[in-house]
């Protein structure tokens, strides 16, 4: 089963929206972090949360986790073309399981923002 | 720092052939991860190293797969018998020690397996 599942997995929409992305799981996170990645580059670090009910902001990004630690959301105020990309949660498996210490990936979700 | 450097950036080759792939991090960090990512997927772990000592690897590393890390500075993933299932990006990672650290990600190498 997927540690952390992302909605919507894809998206397309026109400059100027806003938008919001979700990342959910049943497992309770010390912490959650947010990566975007471009078509043939590595992932790269946008925001890492920490404690419940935090919210981040990020020029026109708003990162917020739940309060229970158990989910995440990004927001996009006004999306230009530039935001398009992969956008990625990862979180470390709870410290009660038995699946290791690194970070797990949810699949992503694909943004498009045509001009 | 130049960051995460990985080559080479591309490889195709045959089925069976032996493929290794070169991860320098940066050199202030200790951690260094191996991911695989296929499309339309996250990345995926593969295993991952603290200095030297290669500290956990997935069910997903069969044993066609092995990583080195000598001296605790670049890395090294080598797949053996190449199958056109291992076709994939496959992502080197650094980091700091620490649980709410980042990881900094190379740009990849992507294996084409024909």
């Known amino acids: 089963t997927q540690l952390l599942e992302q909605s919507p997995q894809f998206l397309s929409i026109q400059e100027g929206e806003n938008l919001t992305v979700y990342c959910n799981s049943s497992s309770v996170f010390s912490s959650l972090q947010w990566y975007r990645q471009e078509p043939g580059e590595g992932p790269v670090l946008l925001v890492t949360?920490?404690?419940?009910?935090e919210v981040k902001k990020l020029k026109r990004l708003t990162f917020q986790f739940g309060d229970a630690r158990k989910d995440s959301s990004l927001h996009i105020t006004a999306a230009q073309p530039g935001d398009t990309g992969l956008y990625l949660c990862a979180a470390r498996p709870p410290s009660n399981s038995n699946s290791g210490y690194a970070l797990n990936f949810g699949k992503g979700t694909s943004l498009l923002v045509t001009p | 720092d130049t960051g995460v450097s990985q080559n080479p950036r591309h490889k195709i080759t045959k089925r069976g052939q032996n493929v290794t792939f070169r991860c320098d991090p940066i050199s202030e960090h200790n951690r260094l991860y191996w991911y695989r990512q296929t499309l339309g997927q996250g990345p995926e772990f593969l295993t991952y190293?603290?200095?030297?000592?290669?500290?956990?690897k997935s069910r997903l590393l069969s044993d066609r797969f092995s990583a080195e890390r000598p001296k605790g500075s670049f890395s090294t993933l080598e797949i053996q018998r190449t199958e056109q299932g291992d076709s994939a990006m496959y992502l080197c990672a650094s980091s700091l020690v620490g649980q709410n650290y980042g990881y900094t990600f190379g740009s990849g190498t992507r294996l084409t397996v024909v």
């Open positions: 190293f603290q200095n030297e000592a290669q500290l956990e």
């Open positions: 949360v920490v404690t419940g009910g």
